[in-house]
Antibody, heavy 120, light 107 residues
Framework: EVQLQQSGPELEKPGASVKISCKAS????????MNWVKQSNGKSLEWIGN????????SYNQKFKGKATLTVDKSSSTAYMQLKSLTSEDSAVYYC?????????????WGQGTSVTVSS | DIVLTQSPATLSVTPGDSVSLSCRAS??????LHWYQQKSHESPRLLIK???QSISGIPSRFSGSGSGTDFTLSINSVETEDFGMYFC?????????FGAGTKLELK
């Protein structure tokens, strides 16, 4: 069974950084891209970017360049997203979601979401 | 960036009704359009990919159609478990973008 298990909720102060994890199981980690999606206030969804765990290559939404950094640890089948210089605008739920590497970009499995709250 | 416009914003229906949700792209995206359902306090779930391809485990009452700029998600005979938000997403060009969603609610 495919599962994406994300790390727990985070409470951070403005200006801090946070690193969220997404541990994959039930499939070949390097055979699929990992995407990250932001949802603010239960509203719509924003695609942050994705990473190819096999090569480590990344694609970012220009809006999140400089804000988000995507990495993977192939040895533990875990994807990470670091968010830096946090502001209240970064308070949201963040999801990891699997998609194909080349010809299938639909996100077929999602993590449970990680809530990030930025508050002084 | 490609803008996806979903309509209506809210759809109030009675179980048993059949409904159509619309997603319109700001430019042609071929068939690179996917539909997701999100229930309250849950993660999104993929319903339909590439405009009309069915997904294993998704009830057959969900179907998709369209290409180019106009797409439709149809639900044949809505059930109570179907109430929630529906989002479309394009993967034709970077960045991949989502629509603002349609809320399917009980009338």
């Amino acid at each position: 069974e495919v599962q994406l298990q994300q790390s727990g909720p985070e409470l951070e102060k403005p200006g801090a950084s946070v690193k969220i994890s997404c541990k994959a199981s039930g499939y070949s980690f390097t055979g699929y891209n990992m995407n990250w999606v932001k949802q603010s206030n239960g509203k719509s969804l924003e695609w942050i970017g994705n990473i190819d765990p096999y090569y480590g290559g990344t694609s970012y939404n220009q809006k999140f360049k400089g804000k988000a950094t995507l990495t993977v640890d192939k040895s533990s089948s875990t994807a990470y997203m670091q968010l830096k210089s946090l502001t209240s605008e970064d308070s949201a739920v963040y999801y990891c979601a699997r998609s194909g590497r080349y010809d299938d970009y639909a996100m077929d499995y999602w993590g449970q979401g990680t809530s990030v709250t930025v508050s002084s | 960036d490609i803008v996806l416009t979903q309509s209506p914003a809210t759809l109030s229906v009675t179980p048993g009704d059949s409904v159509s949700l619309s997603c319109r792209a700001s430019q042609s995206i071929s068939n690179n359009l996917h539909w997701y359902q999100q229930k309250s306090h849950e993660s999104p779930r993929l319903l339909i990919k590439y405009a009309s391809q069915s997904i294993s485990g998704i009830p057959s009452r969900f179907s998709g159609s369209g290409s180019g700029t106009d797409f439709t998600l149809s639900i044949n005979s809505v059930e109570t478990e179907d109430f929630g938000m529906y989002f479309c997403q394009q993967s034709n060009s970077w960045p991949h973008t989502f629509g603002a969603g349609t809320k399917l609610e009980l009338k």
